[in-house]
């Protein structure tokens, strides 16, 4: 199997404000409550993927609608935007700023995948080095219960404060995003082991245990093949370079394996399209839905002159490759490599940001759908288990 290695994706990127913007006066309660209710047009208009739900449109609630009514300033305009987002129960979207205690970001700050399996909920994947991994928590345990409440009950409490009912996609979403926690205080969770044992952990959250300074990428040789690691640094400016050091030290016609495990925060198009030759298939409903006209493209990298690897390229992955690392896995499948590992995280589409009309916050959305070249969609692409 030959492959060669250079790149793709597309992630959009938070515009910094002009100094007009900055300069501009307070929006008045009236304009802050008239983006809050912008809202719901803003998602059904430009979110992608609303065939995921069964009218075709953004899940609203009359909470929902009242909340966005109340709406009076910056602060109260910046929560319900948050719980806005989350009744969409897709990870891949999500709002330009945060609170201290906003709900911890899924795959980006979290160490645990949950799903829900028959009665109880299932921890199918632990994040490698990380304080659940540390603690001893292993795929395959079941999270029993997210301080002292039942998972399921907090699953659903989660939803009821949106008036939303936790079917489909929503229960393990909701699952993963409270065992994430709250960004400002340790995690409280109930383990059950194989052997039917419990455990109740105290857990630091990702946001006060993220890991010290790394380099972007780490190498190393193993049973006679290249490895290269990527250390969350898909958006790394220095990532390139360091590539290229890492890469010198291929042999010719050597294996080079490249571990994409731990992306989960994604990255940019400018540092992808560095490393690996790509293609893949964008398609922007946005553009039917106001013209009437489908639009479709293949965008297709080129390889940096001289940086081009002739041999046998195995890719890793699992649930902390996201977002650009996903557009990785699925741009070299189609070249040939190996992609193995776990499922990957399943993030949608490519985000656009979405700037209110009044008070300039951003709300990150899927706005694109993405697809490997044979016209399966990303999110549905599934490597080969190891």
């Known amino acids: 199997m030959r492959a060669f290695l250079t790149l793709l994706l597309v992630l959009g990127c938070a515009a910094s404000p002009t100094h007009a913007q900055a300069q501009r006066a307070e929006p008045t309660a009236a304009a802050f409550r008239e ?47 948050e719980r806005a ?13 945060s609170f201290a205690d906003s709900w911890g970001l899924v795959p980006s700050y979290s160490d645990l995948w949950i799903e829900p399996e028959g009665d109880g909920w299932r921890i199918t994947a632990v994040r490698q080095g990380s304080p659940a991994a540390g603690a001893g928590v292993r795929a395959g345990d079941g999270l029993i219960a997210i301080a002292g409440t039942s998972t399921t009950e907090a699953v659903v409490a989660f939803w009821a404060d949106l008036g939303l ?96 495990t731990d992306t ?36 297709q990298a080129l390889p940096r002159p001289g940086k081009r690897h002739y041999g046998s390229v195995t890719v890793r992955v699992g649930r ?36 209110l009309e009044h008070s300039g916050m951003v709300i990150k959305l899927p706005t694109e759908r993405l697809y490997a070249v044979d016209g399966t969609p990303r999110e549905a692409f599934r490597p080969r288990a190891e």
Not at 321 to 343: K, W
């Open 85 to 97: 987002v989350f009744a969409l129960a897709d990870h891949h979207a999500i709002t330009g700023g």
């Open 320 to 355: 902390w490759t996201g977002s650009m690392g996903e557009g990785l896995a699925i741009g070299l499948d189609a070249l040939g490599a190996d992609v193995v590992g776990d499922p990957m995280a399943g993030l949608l589409g490519a985000i656009y940001d979405h700037r």
């Open 165 to 260: 009912e936790p079917t489909g996609d929503r229960a393990g979403y909701a699952a993963r995003v409270l065992a994430a926690g709250r960004r400002d205080r340790p995690r409280d969770l109930t383990i059950r082991d194989a052997s039917g044992a419990e455990r109740r952990l105290t857990l630091p959250n990702l946001y006060a245990a993220a890991p010290g300074e790394r380099p972007p990428v780490s190498a190393r040789q193993a049973d006679g093949a290249l490895v290269i690691r990527f250390n969350d640094s898909l958006g790394d400016s220095d990532t390139v370079e360091a590539f290229d050091v890492a890469m010198a030290a291929a042999r010719s016609g050597q294996p080079i394996v490249l571990d994409l």
């Open 35 to 81: 983006d809050a209710l912008s809202i719901e047009g803003l998602i059904n208009s430009q979110y992608a993927y609303l065939d995921r739900f069964p009218n075709g449109a953004m899940p609203m609630s009359d909470a929902m609608r009242a909340e966005a009514g109340a709406v009076s300033d910056r602060r109260t305009l910046l929560r319900y935007a």
């Open 264 to 299: 989960a925060s994604g990255g940019n198009t400018v540092v992808a399209r560095a490393i690996m030759g790509a293609y893949q298939i964008h398609n922007l409903p946005a553009e039917e839905r106001r013209s009437g006209g489908p639009r479709q493209w293949i965008e």
